[in-house]
């Protein structure tokens, strides 16, 4: 997402779920994801744009 300008909920839940090895993203996988990214969006770790999810100030490295 830092390189590039945000990702969708569906391309991070995708993607995370590559990174720890899973091949695909269950109903209950993605829920959880999707949980996980509400509470980094909380956290304003991740912010939305223009319906894009973003680095928020709070990132590490932001």
Same mark, same amino acid.
């Given at each position: 997402?830092? =390189?590039?300008? /945000? #990702?969708t909920?569906?391309?991070v839940m995708?993607? !995370? #779920?590559? !990174? +720890?090895g899973? &091949? %695909?993203? %269950?109903s209950q996988?993605? @829920?959880?994801l !999707?949980? +996980? =990214? !509400?509470a980094?969006i &909380?956290?304003g770790?991740?912010?939305r744009q223009? /319906?894009m999810? +973003?680095? /928020?100030? @709070?990132?590490p490295g #932001?």
């Amino acid at each position: 997402m830092r =390189i590039n300008y /945000g #990702a969708t909920d569906d391309q991070v839940m995708q993607s !995370a #779920a590559r !990174a +720890v090895g899973f &091949k %695909s993203t %269950s109903s209950q996988l993605r @829920e959880l994801l !999707a949980d +996980v =990214i !509400a509470a980094a969006i &909380k956290r304003g770790r991740l912010t939305r744009q223009s /319906g894009m999810l +973003v680095l /928020g100030p @709070e990132a590490p490295g #932001a």
